[in-house]
């Protein structure tokens, strides 16, 4: 009997849509005439998903009683008694009940697969066995229910159903994934923006790695050795010298331009152990290698060339970096061509980076305009010309004729142009002369003397030192030009960093003088303005002359109305100083561009300062008019003499002023508030702090009952570090502004979770909700939404929220509340760095945790809220 065929639908969290895929794949099979059978589908009372189940033929549950709690379970007698050719089965991950057949249902397909059972599955990636404690540390969330790695990549196929994190989001605010009691929870923790972002690249990376193992093994089976340009994958060749690390940094910015690019270092150790390179330069790369997230392998080869091209085709890189050859140029070419030239050679479609390491941590130099050529190839050329012109003489006097003195010129004319083409003008002129007068006295009759008999002969000879003049003089020339081309290349490459720099966000005042200093191979470059230094750059290579060192000179150049560039090093040259009015003009742009910033930066506090002074005229003007008004109309009713007032206006007029003055009195407080937040002398205090007790006292002071707020409190909340009466200001605030905004007929939500080391405190209205570009400017003070009540405050109970968290080290956020209206979010930090188990996570099975508590009901006794019938696990707490 044949071995049945597993299919895996992987997803990167709950409610991608993977059963719904497993459904439907099952429904296509079954219209083409194929056996199918649902095994076990988990709907998790998802409408659509159990509307997909359809007139698809269903196996019944087998049901076990555990611990008085009835679990319904597959029956995996049933399955192979009815032997299906096609088995769909959810949760691949699910622990069975106890005195199943088998402990997880992964065991139970290994059953199914073993009686020739095909078999479709699905699986979340947080229970991928190997992923665990990468997800924990994303989510918070413990996993308890894994899946070997083993049995996915035994897997005939792996497929990915994805869905975006936002969409996702979007999904459990519309009520599809989860019910509406656990809308908030699970958006607030376990499905968090960043979270499904995570998850999902877990997962992509993870199909990533097993298609890519497929790929190999399709390869190796068929025997191709061709680069398959699939993933960027870059070869490090490492020889255990010092260039090592240079190597490998430059590979793992080539392998970090492509995403998914991987980093694979290699070292090839003779068969004889004899080229083994250092060991602890090759350990302290393997460890470099490792911690930018490559791999290192050692491998035996005797022809280094082709182990290294070998393994680079056996791993299918796209590209090999190798170092250029630490020997001399006698060495070279002595011994033929190095490693470099036969990888590059034997790469065949695998592209070869060669990286001059030995200059890899020296200064670029600007070359020097003095001369067409260096000193070096001056002197080379005299002493070819002084060398080489006797030893062809010796040579060639042997075999004089007269027949054969045309080739004697023109072999004494050859080593004129090598001259030339090595030393330049004035060594090729001077083997010009020297061999018109060894042609003269050796081989032109008469013989040993400086005569010519013939005019022709001095015509010629004439000529033949016009010539050398020519060649030489092109020669110079074209090395003039290629060392002027160099220049305005090396000039154009310091501009070009320059402006990178400061492009990049770096300073432009630091970028400019140290890369100067660089080309032009000075010893300290600064600037001084108005006598005082304020940028420079120094050369602190050990060996190398300090700053002011006999035979330097200092030169000055002006950079603006008080500003000085100075250069201290060697002598500059003209071309230098052409370079170095364009520095100077670029310091004189950056300290112009420094100042208006500097400026800017002053005049910004005191634009927010006016701004807050006009808003706080703006609001006293009419907001504490109001109140004083009442207050003063009260009070000088109540005083006057000529009228009888009844007890009943009497109290009246008492209530008014009381009100007016109570609201006066909360004005001023909140702008005290707004004054010592903004100048940053709020006094706080914090504690381990109670949620519960936070919420119960800003319930009481506001004087609501169960019919205006409800609460979802949970008991496995722990404590947060706050300042109590700070905190209970922001949940009064919030409450109030919630309340103010939501229709008449509907509450307030207030509900707690934990997630990680912080804890959430959620205040959820249904009013019209707030757009996503109005919610900076809501949380400023003297900002109320649209600006058209001037009777509620003077917007102050935000901007107050926001400054009271940030001060206790949280944070207050706005979110939209499913369904419409505005969750307002304050995250503090957890008394003792963690959170309380339980506080979230996703729940066995792909769904997200559900153990903490419901909704709970309040009653109000005498203005007091209690709090009781809190679901779950979770404690009952009260309020007398």
């Given at each position: 009997m044949r071995r049945g065929r597993l299919r895996v639908l992987l997803g990167a969290a709950p409610g991608v849509g993977k059963t719904y895929t497993m459904l439907e794949e099952g429904a296509r099979l079954r219209d083409e005439g194929l056996d199918v059978v649902v095994a076990v589908v988990e709907t998790h009372g998802r409408r659509a998903t159990s509307a997909r189940v359809g007139d698809l033929e269903t196996v019944p549950r087998r049901t076990v009683v555990h611990r008085g709690v009835t679990l319904d379970e597959l029956d995996l007698e049933a399955v192979l008694a009815r032997a299906p050719q096609l088995a769909l089965v959810d949760e691949l991950a699910h622990t069975n009940a106890p005195g199943s057949t088998h402990e997880k249902r992964w065991q139970d397909v290994e059953a199914l697969l073993d009686a020739g059972v095909d078999v479709v599955s699905t699986v979340n990636v947080q229970h991928v066995e190997s992923l665990t404690d990468v997800v924990e540390r994303i989510t918070g969330?413990?996993?308890?229910?894994?899946?070997?790695d083993a049995v996915l990549r035994?897997?005939?196929?792996?497929?990915?159903?994805?869905?975006?994190?936002?969409?996702?989001?979007?999904?459990?605010?519309?009520g599809v994934v989860y019910p509406a009691d656990r809308v908030d929870a699970a958006l607030s923790n376990y499905?968090?923006?960043?979270?499904?972002?995570?998850?999902?690249?877990?997962?992509?990376?993870?199909l990533a790695d097993e298609v890519d193992s497929a790929l190999k093994a399709y390869r190796d089976e068929h025997g191709i050795d061709s680069t398959w340009e699939a993933r960027e994958r870059v070869v490090v060749a490492l020889?255990?010298?010092?260039?090592?690390?240079?190597?490998?940094?430059?590979g793992a910015r080539i392998a970090a331009r492509s995403s998914g690019g991987e980093l694979v270092a290699v070292h090839v150790s003779g068969q004889d152990g004899l080229r083994q390179g250092a060991p602890g330069a090759l350990a302290a790369q393997r460890s470099l290698v490792e911690k930018l997230g490559g791999t290192y392998h050692q491998v035996v080869g005797q022809d280094v060339p082709r182990a290294l091209v070998d393994f680079a085709r056996g791993v299918n890189a796209s590209q090999l970096v190798i170092g250029v050859?630490?020997?001399?140029?006698?060495?070279?070419?002595?011994?033929?061509?190095?490693?470099?030239?036969?990888?590059?050679?034997?790469?065949?479609?695998?592209?070869v980076h060669i990286v001059t390491h030995a200059s890899a941590g020296r200064e670029r130099v600007l070359p020097r305009l003095g001369g067409a050529l260096s000193r070096g190839r001056v002197v080379a050329g005299f002493v070819l010309a002084l060398v080489a012109g006797p030893l062809l003489t010796g040579l060639l006097a042997g075999h004089r004729s007269e027949d054969g003195i045309a080739g004697t010129v023109l072999v004494f004319q050859l080593l004129?142009?090598?001259?030339?083409?090595?030393?330049?003008?004035?060594?090729?002129?001077?083997?010009?002369?020297?061999?018109?007068?060894?042609?003269?006295l050796f081989f032109i009759a008469p013989i040993y003397q400086l005569t010519i008999a013939e005019p022709l002969h001095l015509a010629a000879l004439v000529l033949y030192v016009l010539n050398a003049a020519i060649v030489s003089y092109v020669v110079d020339q074209a090395a003039r030009r290629s060392r002027a081309a160099a220049r305005a290349l090396a000039e154009t490459e310091l501009l070009a960093t320059v402006a990178g720099s400061v492009l990049r966000g770096q300073d432009a005042l630091q970028a400019l003088i140290g890369r100067?200093?660089?080309?032009?191979?000075?010893?300290?470059?600064?600037?001084?303005?108005?006598?005082?230094?304020?940028?420079e750059a120094r050369l602190a290579d050990e060996g190398r002359a300090a700053p002011g060192a006999p035979g330097e000179t200092t030169t000055a150049i002006a950079a603006g109305a008080d500003a000085t560039l100075e250069l201290t090093g060697p002598e500059l040259q003209a071309a230098d100083r052409r370079l170095l009015d364009v520095v100077a003009a670029q310091v004189e742009a950056a300290l112009e561009h420094s100042e208006l910033s500097r400026a800017a930066g002053q005049v910004a506090p005191l634009a927010e300062v006016d701004r807050m002074r006009s808003a706080l005229l703006a609001a006293v003007g009419h907001d504490l008019r109001r109140p004083l008004a009442a207050a003063t109309a009260a009070v000088s009713g109540?005083?006057?003499?000529?009228?009888?007032?009844?007890?009943?206006?009497?109290?009246e007029l008492l209530s008014t002023a009381h009100e007016s003055l109570d609201s006066l009195s909360t004005l001023v407080t909140d702008l005290l508030d707004v004054s010592r937040v903004q100048a940053g002398a709020l006094a706080v205090s914090p504690a381990a702090v109670d949620l519960d007790e936070v919420v119960l006292g800003a319930l009481d002071e506001l004087g609501l009952g169960p019919a205006d707020v409800e609460l979802a409190l949970r008991a496995t909340v722990p404590a947060v570090r706050a300042d109590p009466v700070l905190l209970q200001r922001v949940v009064v605030n919030l409450l109030d502004n919630a309340l103010r905004h939501s229709p008449p007929d509907t509450g307030v939500r207030i509900s707690t979770s934990a997630f990680g080391d912080r804890v959430e405190l959620r205040v959820v209205d249904r009013g019209p909700g707030v757009p996503v570009e109005r919610r900076d400017e809501i949380m400023v003070a003297f900002q109320r939404l649209g600006d058209t009540d001037n009777g509620t405050g003077l917007g102050l109970g935000l901007a107050l929220s926001k400054g009271f968290v940030e001060a206790m080290g949280g944070s207050l956020a706005l979110d939209d509340t499913p369904g419409g209206g505005l969750t307002m979010v304050v995250g503090l930090p957890a008394v003792g760095g963690a959170a309380a188990a339980g506080g979230g996570g996703a729940a066995s099975g792909g769904g997200a945790a559900s153990g903490g508590g419901a909704a709970a009901s309040g009653a109000a006794t005498g203005g007091r809220a209690a709090v009781g019938g809190v679901a779950g696990d979770d404690r009952v707490r009260s309020a007398s």
């Open positions: 969330a413990a996993q308890r229910e894994t899946v070997p035994a897997a005939d196929q792996v497929e990915l159903v994805d869905l975006a994190p936002q969409a996702l989001r979007d999904r459990l605010a519309e499905f968090r923006l960043g979270n499904l972002t995570a998850l999902r690249e877990l997962a992509l990376l993870w020889t255990g010298g010092p260039e090592g690390e240079t190597l490998i940094r430059r050859s630490r020997r001399g140029r006698l060495a070279a070419a002595l011994t033929g061509p190095g490693i470099g030239a036969t990888v590059i050679r034997e790469s065949g479609s695998i592209d004129v142009v090598v001259v030339a083409v090595t030393g330049g003008l004035w060594p090729a002129l001077l083997a010009a002369l020297l061999s018109g007068v060894t042609l003269d100067t200093r660089e080309a032009l191979g000075m010893t300290r470059v600064r600037v001084v303005q108005g006598g005082v230094e304020i940028g109540l005083r006057q003499t000529d009228v009888t007032w009844s007890d009943a206006d009497r109290d």
